[in-house]
C-alpha cells in the first residue's frame, strides 16, 4: 500500500530509543541510522523517523495518526508499555475499540515528538 511513512523528530537519538522500544514490542528490528535518520522495514512498508529536510523544527500533523500492526492484544499491551517506558505519552490505554472495524483491540501513543501513533490487533470471535 505505501513505500514509507516519515515522522519529523528534533532529537534523533531519543526518537531511535523510543521507536525501537517499542516497534521492537510488535517484532520490527532496530532501526538502521540513514544519512541522519532511523528507518524500520517490515511487511508492507518502511517507517522513518528523522530531522525535517529544509532545516525547520520538526512538529506532527494535527489529525494524523500512524497505525502498527499487532499480531494480538498482548502484543498490543506490551507495544503500549514499551512506548510509555521511552518517552511516550498515553494517547488511549490498551483496549476494545468497539468503533473501528471487526473485533479490534488497540492502543494509543504519542511519541516524544508528539506524533500520534497506535497499534491494533483483531481479536478472535
Known amino acids: 500500500m505505501f513505500t514509507h511513512i516519515m515522522v519529523g523528530t528534533n532529537d534523533p537519538a531519543k526518537a531511535k530509543q523510543f521507536y525501537d ?6 517484532g520490527v528490528a532496530p532501526g538502521a541510522n540513514f544519512n541522519g535518520r532511523v528507518f524500520y522495514s517490515g511487511a508492507g512498508g518502511n517507517f522513518g523517523v528523522g ?32 512506548g510509555l517506558a521511552n518517552g511516550g505519552t498515553c494517547e488511549g490505554e490498551p483496549g476494545p475499540r468497539p468503533g473501528a472495524p471487526g473485533n479490534a483491540y488497540g492502543a494509543y501513543l504519542r511519541d516524544p515528538d508528539g506524533n500520534k501513533i497506535c497499534a491494533f490487533c483483531q481479536l478472535p470471535g
Open 51 to 82: 530531522t525535517p529536510a529544509n532545516g525547520d523544527a520538526a512538529t506532527y500533523a494535527n489529525g494524523g495518526t500512524i497505525g502498527f500492526v499487532a499480531a494480538d492484544k498482548d502484543q498490543v499491551d506490551a507495544w503500549h508499555a514499551a
Open 21 to 26: 522500544a517499542a516497534l521492537g514490542a510488535l
